[in-house]
């Protein structure tokens, strides 16, 4: 098991010292206007020694940020592709920039991910709803970021570090300013529970890439639309309010949706159609549409999606979608990569399956699909 090796005494003090005046006010209530606002230079080096290594498993990480990354400007600034994110991340968040000084830049390579959604009421101890999520994708490090925003939700996403490092398994290098480059994360989680039980992923369609372009929108791209829900929408309303507000633009050099739940019940499948924003409620998602439009047919009965949607499906229905946890880490299991991908000379794995309980602010994770221990992250 790789360890990761403390930061210097220097740099956690240093850190110390900017962290307290940001400690003061600690709620994280969207509403609550009253919390101080640390500067993004002081919450990311508090971030940085928050860096570690998930024990018994290698190459997982966690991280926390309590405090602003500018995402209200990153919206205001009509961003519309990964470069001019990139520039403007590294431009305007000082301690970002020691990425790039480093020779370490900050840069976002996305491509399409194959993934499984599943939404059903939770039958286990803590009750309301329950949600599961496979991420597949290329074996790789995953990291599991911890978010407290300056006027936002408190959230536990997730996401896949080779996006803005290009190293499939990228580790800490103990020496700030590179590692400054591992906050970009925060731009590019791909799933994730905020506190008041919203839960969104995104899943990978085999389609054109959606670039929209009405009047009075501002502009977004496809993770900073997942940060911005997390940290600003309760609900699934809030969420589709949101999106419909916004004029989307595809990072992923392909189409995608978005599985969106709340725990109310409510249980969503956002897609994009010909540029236009389609919902329907649905329980489960996996890569292929779901919007009833003649335009995009199912895939073959044999398709991996099929198979995996399928696999996920008769699980909820097995139990009239009242499931426990073990209930959908077992249908997380069945949907899983390696059930699917035979022979794949990808080396496509669910590199982290999870399942969100929002009644308890719970996740809890399996990684590259050792379904006999979980990791469990309470917020």
Request: proline share 4%.
């Amino acid at each position: 098991m790789k360890k990761l090796k403390k930061l210097t005494a220097l740099l956690a003090a240093l850190a110390l010292v900017f962290a307290l005046g940001s400690c003061a006010n600690s709620s994280n209530s969207n509403d609550n206007p009253s919390k101080s606002k640390p500067a993004p230079t002081e919450s990311s080096l508090g971030a940085l020694t928050s860096l570690k290594a998930v024990e018994g498993v290698d190459y997982v990480y966690t991280v926390e940020y309590d405090g602003d990354y500018l995402l209200d400007d990153v919206i205001e600034s009509n961003l519309k592709t990964s470069n001019e994110l990139i520039a403007y991340l590294n431009e305007n968040i000082p301690s970002w920039k020691l990425a790039k000084e480093s020779g370490t830049p900050l840069t976002i390579n996305v491509t399409g991910a194959g993934c499984c959604s599943i939404a059903a009421s939770n039958a286990g101890a803590a009750g309301g709803k329950i949600f599961g999520r496979n991420f597949d994708y290329p074996n790789g490090t995953a990291m599991i970021i911890h978010t407290m925003p300056y006027k936002g939700y408190e959230s536990v996403s997730t996401s896949y570090p080779c996006f803005v490092t290009d190293q499939l398994w990228w580790e800490p290098t103990n020496n700030i300013m590179k590692d400054a480059v591992s906050l970009g994360l925060i731009y590019a989680p791909l799933d994730g529970l905020n506190e008041k039980g919203l839960y969104i992923s995104v899943l990978q369609l085999d389609d054109e890439e959606t670039n929209q372009t009405d009047e009075g929108k501002n502009d977004v791209q496809t993770t900073v639309a997942i940060r911005y829900i997390l940290d600003k929408a309760a609900s699934v309303a809030e969420a589709l309010e949101i999106l419909d507000g916004f004029n989307m633009h595809n990072v992923f050099n392909t189409a995608y949706h978005y599985a969106i739940a709340d725990n109310t019940g409510k249980s969503v499948v956002v897609e994009y159609i010909n540029n236009e924003m389609k919902v329907t409620d649905v329980k489960v998602v996996t890569n292929h549409y779901l919007t009833d439009n003649v335009a995009k047919p199912l895939p073959d009965e044999t398709s991996n999606s099929i198979k995996r949607f399928n696999a996920a499906y008769n699980a909820g229905e097995a139990v009239n979608w009242n499931m426990t946890p073990e209930q959908v880490r077992d249908a997380l299991s069945a949907a899983s990569a390696s059930q699917h991908h035979k022979n794949n000379p990808y080396n496509i794995v669910s590199i982290w399956s999870a399942v969100f309980e929002p009644s308890s602010r719970k996740v809890t994770y399996y990684f590259r699909e050792d379904y006999t221990k979980g990791f469990e992250v309470t917020f």
